[in-house]
């Protein structure tokens, strides 16, 4: 087995280390004046091209079709909207005696963003679910985002000025959702092209990230972000990213089981309403923060992200072979 299929096996891939060497990159080399503001530039317009790809390439009829799973839907939307946010406040007021003002932002903003869209659905096929209504479920988390996230933001962090102006919410509309519009209006003329092309996406969707936490982490270390972060703060958020992590994991699979959903409805829930998008959290945080320490509110959505993503990818790949072993079995008798 190669190495990156041994890495990737356990949740760690070459992206993870260009994301770590990204950090490296902006720490030794951050951009600064006119370079700053280039780089603000193609982040702004990478992010606008990852969502004109995402609407691009979905099948509209998979949105309907899982739509109708009305159940389902609403306990993604319970848990992504609803669960995580109340958990990321207890979770920040608990710890803010201890860490810094902006981590503890960081930890609450982290709760109210929408689901991943590529690795949410990606999990969900490896584990056997539900992929039609994970592909809702991700695509719906995330256009109505675009207003409920700023809301949330506005309502759990009282934030002033611009952070909470209808200004905010049509940047974000402009950078994320009218893209997404576009590409699923464009759809008969390029989803075939972008389809067969799967490694476009991937290459769009890792570069914006990339290059927009190469922006934020510049403007973080020309401000000092290294020297107000101490070891102490970095661990107890990473110990804090776990912990949230791991109870809605536990609630999610609890109430899947409960509300008696077959295993690909649980699938789905379970990682569409666990995970938390970095490609949507970093320019939102751009917009929402503006004049912030976006640096460092952005911290914990970094490290929560590689956690869920080494997390997510060894349960995907054991509930996938349990459930081939199920079917083998069914298939046998």
Known sequence: MSLAKRLKRFGLDYYLFLLLGTVVLATLRPASGIGA?????VAYFAVALLFFIYGA?????????????W???GLVFGFTYVMFPICGLILAAVLSPWIEEELAIGIVYLSVLP?????????TSIARGNVPAAVCAASMSNI???VLTPALVAV????SGDGISLKSIIDIGL??????????LLRPLVGGFISRHAVLTQVVDRG????IVYSAFSAGVVAGIWEQVGLTSLTIIILADIVLLAVVMVTTWWVGRAAGLDHGDRMTLFFCGSKKSLASGLPMANILFAGQAVSMIILPLMLFHQIQLFVCAIIAQRAGHLASERELQAATV
């Open 37 to 41: 503001d280039i780089v603000d530039q």
């Open 57 to 69: 390439k979905l099948n509209t009829s998979a949105i309907v079709a899982g739509i109708a799973n």
């Open 71 to 73: 159940r389902l839907q």
């Open 115 to 123: 689901s991943t869209v590529q690795s949410s659905i990606a999990f």
């Open 144 to 146: 109505l985002g675009v």
């Open 156 to 159: 759990l962090l009282h934030a």
């Open 175 to 184: 950078q994320i959702l009218a893209p997404f519009i576009i590409g699923q």
């Open 208 to 211: 914006s990230i990339l290059i």
